[in-house]
């Protein structure tokens, strides 16, 4: 059991606004450590969607925002496609582990 | 442009050694403030981070899996590898290696089966 938690699924019709959580503790989110979000497509390597909270690589849409708020982190994806569908996990430091921990993913139905 | 690759064994018996090497092209492994990680995915689970090396030399290990992993640096080859012992069919999973510091940049990951 991951000390960062995300809901197992959520989905979407093509078009709409979805949102991923990851919840956290004062130990790490809510201690300010910077949250990643990864997109990981069906036998693919992780992709960094966002970085230090809220920043995308190049060559990362826009659709795809990040935001943290207390103890907890938010992936948005508006405009959704299917090309999105695939799995998604946060990430953050945590003080108590002394390392780096990831929520257990979130798998994106898009209908 | 940064690029990470894995090699090693694909195939490793229950109580040896599972060793990976990640050779690091388009950067210094032991320049600037980074640190350089391996991460591993059991096939259809979740992401689990096992240790990083900052560019000092410094380890940092997943506590659940600390009394079995080893994490070294070779500067004159520019790679870092991973060691971890005693495996089980458990640490069956992809393995990836990572340049982290701000941003995270991954390489392609190997899978490694424990069996006999």
């Known amino acids: 059991q991951s000390v960062v938690t995300q809901p197992p699924s959520v989905s979407g019709a093509p078009g709409q606004r979805v949102t991923i959580s990851c919840t956290g503790s004062?130990?790490?989110?809510?201690?300010?450590?910077?949250v990643q979000w990864y997109q990981q497509l069906p036998g693919t390597a992780p992709k960094v969607l966002i970085y230090?909270?809220?920043n995308r690589p190049s060559g990362i849409p826009d659709r795809f925002s990040g935001s943290t708020s207390g103890t907890s982190a938010s992936l948005a994806i508006t405009g959704l496609q299917a090309e999105d569908e695939a799995d998604y996990y946060c990430?953050?430091?945590?003080?108590?582990?002394?390392?780096?921990?990831f929520g257990g993913g979130t798998k994106l139905t898009v209908l | 442009q940064l690029q990470l690759q894995e090699s090693g064994p694909g195939l490793v018996k229950p109580s040896e050694t599972l060793s990976l090497t990640c050779t690091v092209s388009?950067?210094?492994?032991?320049?600037?403030?980074?640190?350089w990680a391996w991460i591993r995915q059991p096939p259809g689970k979740g992401l689990e981070w096992i240790g990083s090396?900052?560019?000092?030399?410094?380890?940092y290990y997943n506590p659940s899996l600390k009394s079995r992993v080893t994490i070294s640096a070779d500067k004159s080859n520019n790679q870092f590898s991973l060691n971890l012992t005693s495996v089980t069919a458990a640490d069956t999973a992809f393995y990836y290696c990572?340049?982290?510091?701000?941003?995270?940049?991954w390489g392609q990951g190997t899978l490694v089966t424990v069996s006999s």
């Open positions: 990572a340049r982290h510091l701000l941003n995270w940049k």
């Open positions: 388009g950067g210094s492994i032991s320049g600037a403030s980074y640190y």
């Open positions: 090396i900052y560019y000092s030399g410094t380890t």
């Open positions: 004062s130990s790490n989110i809510g201690a300010g450590h910077d």
């Open positions: 230090s909270n809220t």
């Open positions: 990430q953050s430091y945590d003080n108590t582990l002394s390392g780096w921990v």
